[in-house]
């Protein structure tokens, strides 16, 4: 069964049904609600990244290089990695789609801010995005850090699982995350990016609530696991 384990703030495990381990935005030493350290990870094969803010890209490199992984993300966080000594990496851009091994891959819009963690020359940005992931027969779509756009009309009828964020503040809030429903129309969706920091305290039940019979709303804890059945 294809699984989604949410690991605190934006960093999800991507398990699909044969056993290929995706993990997206890692973000595990420093943040205050991970559910492990970077150095507890093991056995991923895919490291994708949305943008390159910290709590996104922080363990990116380090993980990369440790256990082997791919990195997939913007051309321009790639062609950072690579100035790292970065060697398994694939480029993209947004609206650019790819047929990984596992599945098809398109990167989707998103806005926010382009900050490159770890740049100390001030020379790198990067376009930030989204993921829309197509394996297992399923639909399953990590918007990234944005705000809330009238792009997300085009999902509709893509996507079965929706991992959007709620906390405001830097990112849509739990209004816009609901209109965000309303545009892509969901099985499932997924909160994230909320209360790692008072900042953006929220209540994910308030939220549930909120999306209604939209979609079937689903808030692990740090660390724990939905599993995706037939949708």
Known sequence: ????????????????????????????????????????????????????????????????????????????????????????????????????????????AALHGGEVHGDESGRWTCTPGGFLFHLDGLGIYHAGDTALLTDMQLLKGQVDVAILPIGDNFTMGPEDAVRAVEFIGPKVVIPMHYDTFDLIRQDPEAFRSRVGDRARVETPKPGGTVEIGDL
Not at 72 to 100: C, L, N, R, T
């Open 1 to 108: 069964m294809t699984k989604l384990t949410w690991h605190g703030h934006s960093t999800f495990t991507l398990e699909s049904k044969t056993g290929t381990r995706i993990l997206i935005d890692p973000w595990f030493d420093g943040n205050p609600v991970a559910d492990r350290s970077a150095a507890e990870v093991e056995g991923v094969e895919w490291i994708f990244c949305t943008h390159g803010h910290a709590d996104h890209f922080a363990d990116a490199i380090p993980l990369t290089r440790r256990l082997g992984a791919t990195l997939v993300s913007s051309f321009e966080i790639i062609q950072f990695a690579q100035g790292q000594g970065v060697e398994k990496v694939h480029p993209m851009g947004v609206g650019g789609g790819f047929d990984f091994p596992f599945g098809r891959v398109k990167m989707t």
